[in-house]
Nanobody, 114 residues
Framework: VQLQASGGGLVQAGGSLRLSCAAS????????MGWYRQTPGKQRELVAR???????EYADSVKSRFTISRNIAENTVDLQMSSLKPEDTAVYSC?????????WGQGTQVTVSS
């Protein structure tokens, strides 16, 4: 599978952004799809992920502010980010895990100004 991410940018604190990840295969066949983020000097961390059954998981730091969703017909997984904080600034990457394979899309920069 190939993943194409889009939607990053610069936003003020309190604002919103929507990230989208387009997959080259049916996402219903992918065990997990999710979004991770990384800042310089830190390990990549899970932000949110969704299973092929529709179950979701969020990092504690983004619960109630971020929502992950999928569009099976379009093979996309989106991350709606609201009430953004400067500490959400990072490179966000889309991930797919299926058949034991871990696939990453290119990162997209999200910058939240205070």
């Amino acid at each position: 599978v190939q993943l194409q991410a889009s939607g990053g940018g610069l936003v003020q604190a309190g604002g919103s952004l929507r990230l989208s990840c387009a997959a080259s295969r049916r996402i219903s066949s992918i065990n997990f799809m999710g979004w991770y983020r990384q800042t310089p000097g830190k390990q990549r961390e899970l932000v949110a992920r969704i299973t092929n059954g529709g179950s979701t998981e969020y990092a504690d730091s983004v619960k109630s502010r971020f929502t992950i969703s999928r569009n099976i017909a379009e093979n996309t997984v989106d991350l709606q980010m609201s009430s953004l904080k400067p500490e959400d600034t990072a490179v966000y990457s889309c991930n797919a895990f299926y058949w034991g394979r871990n696939v990453w899309g290119q990162g997209t920069q999200v910058t939240v100004s205070s």
